[in-house]
């Protein structure tokens, strides 16, 4: 690996970044994706911190643009050139350029570019890196296609980064110094515990009249179940539904009723199988299939038709990992794995949520997977979590998703 | 105009290739033609010494090959 004359690098741990515009070669979701899972990649292996913003000068500003695009790099059309990124400083140090005369793409076909490599490739720029003679490593200056579902950094990149700016923290990368309220919902550490507690029974009243639905930015607002839907993210609570949007910036309220008029509230887990544009919900003993707003028929139909036991009565939440295509159903302080290809539940389970997922606690309440990485969510707090490095990464408020 | 032959065209393109990625600087009023081919010989033995090829300081077809790669905009080599 090497790094620029001098070294330069971040002399802080909450980077900023903003999106300044998008390429017409992909979806605007698919965009921030590719770009969200390279900080990911860095932020993995260090105690840095990536917070993106949607107005004013960030530390990294990423654009794409063709030919002569206001500094002394001027893009050379298709092929040759695909990007490149200036070193960390102010003005336009950190900032990342994309040749938009290329073609760019979420996959790792042969006829286009795939925008989350050559961003972070480009982004190890951006944290101070420079090019690498080991053929393999990331920051190696040739494009190479390769396999990104379970992409992990090399060693090479690892070693050159943490040269930088060392190891991740032990513990959850919590801001040392809480950013301005408006860029983040992370907690200072007074306030996050360190573990989950035993589910904490929600003190809710039974009122009279149908709840009113909780603001969007009650900081003990709780869910009883969410799932990604088609690119979205549905949060569900009681009778109503929270819906994030990747093409508006606006969160949309709705009931269950308004989707699905024959499901009634209160539903106790939910998630997708994408491959199969498939959402399963969970009340009590039952779960029901979905695709879109149709009730496949036949539902609802017993858990026990998935393999569960008689003794479990409910799920507590449930959540599909897109890589791997098994599904998590989490009871208690327990969890099963299930096989959506074989449609079974998987040999060696129940197992200890504690054991496998770092930092979680008993009761999962509700849990999601976006962008690579996992969400557990319990009373009012969230816990981003890397099964793969089996990290947990930071505890967040529930309502982190609806720009508080 | 003229067709530039290729083995000229190749050459335009590398000396492109190492201005951009190896701070190869081509000296304009340099008397002696032959001390920029040198320098430029210098600069493609730094190339293909980083890439792992056979450190010739010749614009051979695997050096050409290897300029042709999309790639990052940014310096392999720089002052």
Redesign the interface.
């Known amino acids: 690996y090497s790094t620029?004359?001098m070294s330069p690098k971040w002399k802080k741990e909450d980077v900023t970044y903003r999106i300044l515009n998008y390429t017409p070669d992909m979806l605007q979701a698919d965009v921030e994706e590719a770009i969200a899972k390279a900080f990911q990649l860095w932020s993995s292996v260090t105690p840095l911190r990536f917070t993106r913003l949607h107005s004013g000068q960030a530390d990294i500003m990423i654009s794409f643009a063709a030919g002569f695009h206001g500094d002394f790099?001027s893009?050379d059309g298709p092929?040759?050139?695909?990007?490149?990124?200036y070193p960390p400083s102010s003005g336009i140090g950190g900032d990342a350029h994309f040749d938009e005369d290329?073609n760019w793409t979420k996959f790792t076909t042969y006829d286009g570019?795939n925008l989350f490599l050559?961003a972070a490739?480009?982004l190890g720029?951006s944290l101070g890196l420079?090019?690498s003679?080991v053929?393999g490593a990331l920051m190696y200056?040739?494009?190479t296609a390769r396999d990104t579902r379970d992409y992990r950094l090399p060693q090479d990149d690892i070693d050159g980064i943490q040269a930088l700016y060392g190891p991740p923290r032990e513990s959850p990368a919590l801001p040392t110094t809480a950013l301005p309220p408006q860029e983040s919902t992370e907690m200072t550490p007074a306030e996050a515990p360190t573990e989950m507690s035993p589910r904490e029974e929600p003190t809710e009243t039974t009122p009279s009249k149908a709840p009113a639905r909780p603001e969007d930015c009650d900081p003990h607002l709780t869910f009883d179940a969410i799932t990604t839907l088609r690119g979205e993210i549905l949060f569900f609570k009681g009778s109503y539904v929270w819906r994030k949007s990747p093409y508006f910036s606006e969160i949309e309220h709705d009931t269950i009723s308004s989707f699905w008029p024959s499901l009634a509230g209160g539903f106790d887990a939910a998630y997708e199988v994408d491959k199969k544009d498939r959402v399963i919900f969970f009340k009590d003993d039952q779960y029901w299939a979905v695709s879109g707003y149709n009730i496949e028929p036949g539902f609802p139909k017993p858990i026990q038709n998935l393999g569960f036991p008689t003794s479990v009565r409910k799920i507590d939440a449930a959540v599909h990992d897109q890589n791997t295509k098994k599904t998590y159903f989490f009871v208690g302080n327990k969890y099963w794995s299930f096989n959506e290809n074989t449609q079974s539940l998987e040999r060696g389970y129940p197992r200890k949520i504690a054991a496998d997922f770092q930092g979680i606690g008993h009761i999962v309440d509700a849990a999601l997977q976006k962008n690579g990485l996992f969400y557990f969510f319990h009373g009012a707090n969230q816990y981003e979590v890397d099964v793969k490095s089996k990290k947990l990464i930071r505890i967040m408020k529930n309502n982190s998703w609806f720009n508080c | 105009f003229p067709v530039v032959p290729e083995k000229e065209k190749d050459m335009q393109f590398a000396k492109k290739y190492l201005q951009n990625f190896y701070d190869f600087k081509e000296e304009k009023d340099s008397l002696f033609k032959s001390k920029n081919l040198n320098h430029m010989a210098d600069k493609i033995r730094e190339m293909q010494s980083f890439f792992g090829l056979e450190v010739t300081g010749e614009l051979n077809h695997k050096t050409l090959d290897m300029m042709k790669q999309p790639r990052c905009g940014i310096p392999d080599i720089r002052s």
Do not use: K, Q, R
């Open positions: 620029f004359p790099y893009f092929g040759g050139t695909l990007a490149h990124a290329e570019y050559v490739h480009e720029h420079g090019h003679n053929f200056p040739i494009y």
